[in-house]
């Protein structure tokens, strides 16, 4: 599928017309590698275009970083990564914008196994959907992550759920907590927005 299509399929939501539906092969193939600004996921055969990660999100990404590097996952060998695929079903790929894995994950995800993060983070801009977040926050949940974080860098908060109906929103000096997930990678929204 072309990047026309894809821009079809914007046009096609306008006009209330079905996107073409893709197989999963075929948007690996053709989306897996792509560096164009964007980050393509895939739901039930249907491709969904985001923006990529920008400066400001990176610099996020950095300070968490290195609050991971202090966390005894880290210690053990884990991977902490950005926008890394990860099937939440047999028929959804997501690609969380922040995610962590075990050593013992990347040991099966080296030998082609699809691993669930316990524990992954969204960075909200202003061009994402409420709708969306909210179905990927169910889907994550579903497929078994124990923590997401959704941080707001524009209003400086982030919203921790432990799951789709229990959250912690974290502004100033409160804490956001990646337990159970990571019992000891914590910072406070203030750290995080620094």
């Given at each position: 599928?072309?990047?026309?299509?894809?821009?079809?399929?914007?046009?096609?939501?306008?006009?209330?017309?079905?996107?073409?539906?893709?197989?999963?092969?075929?948007?690996?193939?053709?989306?897996?590698?792509?560096?164009?600004?964007?980050?393509?996921?895939?739901?039930?055969?249907?491709?969904?275009?985001?923006?990529?990660?920008?400066?400001?999100?990176?610099?996020?990404?950095?300070?968490?970083?290195?609050?991971?590097?202090?966390?005894?996952?880290?210690?053990?060998?884990?991977?902490?990564?950005?926008?890394?695929?990860?099937?939440?079903?047999?028929?959804?790929?997501?690609?969380?914008?922040?995610?962590?894995?075990?050593?013992?994950?990347?040991?099966?995800?080296?030998?082609?196994?699809?691993?669930?993060?316990?524990?992954?983070?969204?960075?909200?801009?202003?061009?994402?959907?409420?709708?969306?977040?909210?179905?990927?926050?169910?889907?994550?949940?579903?497929?078994?992550?124990?923590?997401?974080?959704?941080?707001?860098?524009?209003?400086?908060?982030?919203?921790?759920?432990?799951?789709?109906?229990?959250?912690?929103?974290?502004?100033?000096?409160?804490?956001?907590?990646?337990?159970?997930?990571?019992?000891?990678?914590?910072?406070s929204a203030e750290e995080l927005f620094?």
């Amino acid at each position: 599928m072309s990047t026309l299509t894809a821009i079809d399929q914007t046009k096609q939501k306008k006009t209330g017309a079905k996107p073409r539906r893709v197989s999963k092969a075929r948007f690996l193939r053709e989306y897996a590698d792509r560096e164009d600004g964007y980050k393509y996921e895939w739901n039930n055969g249907i491709i969904e275009k985001t923006e990529s990660m920008n400066q400001q999100q990176a610099f996020i990404q950095a300070i968490i970083m290195r609050y991971f590097t202090k966390t005894q996952i880290f210690l053990d060998g884990g991977l902490f990564t950005a926008e890394t695929n990860m099937d939440t079903s047999p028929s959804q790929l997501r690609r969380p914008d922040l995610a962590i894995y075990t050593a013992a994950q990347l040991q099966k995800m080296r030998q082609g196994e699809n691993q669930i993060a316990s524990w992954v983070a969204e960075v909200i801009s202003a061009n994402d959907q409420a709708n969306l977040i909210n179905k990927k926050l169910d889907e994550y949940f579903l497929a078994g992550v124990q923590v997401v974080w959704h941080i707001y860098p524009e209003s400086k908060q982030v919203h921790v759920f432990t799951s789709p109906e229990t959250v912690t929103i974290c502004r100033g000096k409160t804490v956001c907590s990646a337990a159970p997930a990571l019992v000891d990678l914590e910072m406070s929204a203030e750290e995080l927005f620094a």
